[in-house]
């Protein structure tokens, strides 16, 4: 049985970015994710062009919200920063503040209108800066989604992917599902989050994912996705580069790779 889900992908603090807009809706949010069995929660704001980064405010909300909800949730801190140059070069001049609890991991949003070789060149230049991104929700990128072979070997070079929990349970429509199912399948996903952004379209609950999952996997693969590499995120904690390994991956990793 599991125990502490993490969730590792939620825009919860109120006023920052297109997640929560009040401070109401950020305690809701945070009591559902609760209610649903979330134990730990990053708090995701996006630093990009169309929502620029205010990290003192930012720290403020965090301290707020975590001070109101007390020990239901252990919250954590986090940007979701748009890969594009300017943003890359950012996060390397100052990683603490935009990764996820200042440690190396930086949970990073390809743009929609980005190539993706423009995207591989971003990637590329965090990692030789000594950061391990954490390619938020790859299958619903128009382009990134349809090329398995290069997000395989992003994977190898050491960046982790996270899906999310509505594109497994097909909220986003059948190809995010589909994409979703096979880099699942391929040990390719490192991580399953709720990308909460509110309480209805894409609230933040892991609950009814963890149940799709372990429709098709094993606990323990669940519990990886959903417990084990999310925290060593937020710990800081080495997680192995390349694709997951587990026994009854095999076929499909043979299969990948023929």
Known sequence: MMGCVVDLHAHILHGLDDGAATLADSLAMVRMAAHAGTKEIVAAVHASRAWPYKPGLAQRRWEELQHLVKDEVRIHRACEVELTPEMADRALANPARYTVNGTQYLLAEAPEDARPDQVEA????????????????????????????????????????QLGAGSLSGAFGSRAETVAARLLKRGLAHFVASGGHDLKGRPPRLDAVRLVLLGEYPPEFVELLLEHNPR??????????????????????RQFWR
């Open 122 to 161: 971003l990637l590329r230049q965090l990692l030789e800066g000594g950061l391990r991104p954490v390619l938020a929700h790859p299958e619903l990128h128009p382009d990134i989604s349809r090329q398995t072979g290069r997000l395989a070997r992003w994977v190898r070079a050491g960046v982790l992917l």
């Open 232 to 253: 060593a995120v937020v710990e800081g904690a080495e997680i192995e580069p390349g694709p997951l390994r587990a026994p009854f991956l095999q076929a499909h990793w």
